[in-house]
């Protein structure tokens, strides 16, 4: 299994809110953005692994700046890190509205995902390798933001989650 650079998971999705889209407020409806975002990352996990991968959890997708109708909406995502057989996908959602020529940040978010193989068994992922600071960075913080999810999961004891810890405790 071949290891990976974080740039050959990168993936850019564009789309045009539409009014089939959006609320009644007018701005994109946020169960459509989350399934644009679930797809564009999926990709970014399908590149490292080159096989079929489900979405295992979802991280605290906030919500900084509603889009508008008739906006271009871009998602980029890219792999943080991998683990055994999952993988860690950061996303950024930005917004455009052409008109008032302006371009802002409307979402930022981390979805994990499992690679299986064609029969539907979890699989090793292979090794991803960050190249520039904020690919390290990213892979870095990536152990620590598994170990919480592990924690509010219910499948990690809060005194295993060592580098999580590290944060809180001084030795």
């Given at each position: 299994?071949?290891?990976?650079?974080?740039?050959?998971?990168?993936?850019?999705?564009?789309?045009?809110?539409?009014?089939?889209?959006?609320?009644?407020?007018?701005?994109?409806?946020?169960?459509?953005?989350?399934?644009?975002?679930?797809?564009?990352?999926?990709?970014?996990?399908?590149?490292?692994?080159?096989?079929?991968?489900?979405?295992?959890?979802?991280?605290?997708?906030?919500?900084?700046?509603?889009?508008?109708?008739?906006?271009?909406?871009?998602?980029?995502?890219?792999?943080?890190?991998?683990?055994?057989?999952?993988?860690?996908?950061?996303?950024?959602?930005?917004?455009?509205?052409?008109?008032?020529?302006?371009?802002?940040?409307?979402n930022e978010a981390y979805f994990t995902f499992v690679a299986l193989s064609n029969q539907g068994v979890p699989i090793k992922a292979p090794e991803l390798i960050p190249e520039t600071e904020e690919e390290q960075e990213k892979y870095n913080g990536a152990l620590r933001r598994r170990q919480l999810r592990l924690i509010?999961?219910?499948?990690?004891?809060?005194?295993?989650?060592?580098?999580?810890?590290?944060?809180?405790?001084?030795?």
């Amino acid at each position: 299994m071949k290891s990976k650079f974080a740039s050959e998971t990168a993936n850019t999705m564009t789309e045009l809110v539409l009014p089939n889209d959006t609320n009644t407020l007018i701005n994109l409806m946020g169960g459509k953005l989350m399934h644009w975002m679930d797809i564009a990352a999926a990709i970014s996990a399908m590149r490292l692994c080159n096989a079929p991968v489900v979405t295992a959890s979802v991280d605290n997708v906030s919500f900084h700046h509603p889009i508008k109708l008739g906006n271009i909406l871009t998602i980029e995502s890219k792999v943080t890190r991998s683990f055994s057989s999952s993988m860690e996908v950061y996303l950024k959602v930005t917004g455009e509205d052409l008109q008032a020529q302006t371009k802002y940040v409307s979402n930022e978010a981390y979805f994990t995902f499992v690679a299986l193989s064609n029969q539907g068994v979890p699989i090793k992922a292979p090794e991803l390798i960050p190249e520039t600071e904020e690919e390290q960075e990213k892979y870095n913080g990536a152990l620590r933001r598994r170990q919480l999810r592990l924690i509010l999961a219910g499948k990690m004891k809060v005194d295993d989650a060592v580098e999580l810890k590290a944060l809180f405790v001084k030795s």
